[in-house]
């Protein structure tokens, strides 16, 4: 069984719209929890990280359940550049490793 | 700003020879990692190291070493390069600690084994 597991999408939503990314974890031990966005044929950058109490980032929002091991990411108000791959990572006990999601791809059309 | 370099951005080579991934941080981070990313298969942990010739296996190990001589410089070698390990190879550098310290990648490698 994977670490993180998430919708590999595509989705793909007009601009304005609003949209939501899960993702669940397998380790009840994590540590800490991500989201990174990845823009086609670049590396992979820092979003926010999520904290347990919910945190908000401007028109992007990431929450934590620990009970379901859950995590999601809501983005309002959807832009173009928006447009990219959508990484989950949680960080786990072990040397504080990071465990990747495949991604959920988004597309944001005119 | 933290800058992780990576010696190639494309590389080709042939199977069977030895081929090194060098990566670069500028930023004193005890910790490297090397991945690859694969279509539909996600990033996929090779290596990481925590401190100087300190290295430990991530998920698919076979067929790579690492070397972590110092603290800057991590490199991924492929003993006899196989043309099942064409892929895009990332590297990537964060500080030590137990919290929310931001791992940051290289732009890549993308290797061609013919």
């Known amino acids: 069984r994977k670490e993180v597991e998430q919708d590999p999408g595509p989705f793909n939503v007009p601009e304005g719209a609003t949209v939501a990314f899960n993702c669940t974890y397998s380790?009840?031990?994590?540590?800490?929890f991500f989201w990174y966005r990845q823009d086609c044929r670049k590396e992979p950058k820092l979003l926010m990280s999520?904290?347990?109490s919910g945190n908000e980032d401007g028109r992007f929002t990431a929450q934590l359940n620990r009970a379901s091991q859950y995590i999601s990411l809501l983005i309002r108000d959807s832009k173009l550049s928006d447009s990219a791959t959508y990484l989950c990572v949680v960080r786990g006990s072990t040397l504080g490793r990071l465990y990747f999601g495949r991604g959920t791809q988004l597309t944001v059309w005119p | 700003d933290v800058k992780v370099t990576q010696s190639s951005r494309y590389l080709v080579k042939r199977t069977g020879e030895k081929v090194f991934l060098e990566c670069v941080q500028d930023m004193d981070h005890e910790n490297m990692f090397w991945y690859r990313q694969d279509p539909g298969l996600g990033l996929r942990l090779i290596y990481f190291?925590?401190?100087?010739?300190?290295?430990e296996k991530g998920d698919i190990p076979e067929g790579y070493s690492v070397s972590r001589e110092k603290k800057e410089r991590f490199s991924l070698i492929l003993e006899s390069a196989s043309t099942n390990q064409t892929s895009m190879y990332l590297c990537?550098?964060?500080?030590?600690?137990?919290?929310?310290?931001?791992?940051?990648f290289g732009p890549g490698t993308r290797l061609l084994v013919l």
């Open positions: 999520v904290y347990s």
């Open positions: 380790n009840s031990a994590s540590q800490s």
């Open positions: 190291s925590y401190d100087v010739k300190m290295k």
């Open positions: 990537a550098s964060r500080m030590a600690g137990g919290g929310q310290e931001t791992q940051y």
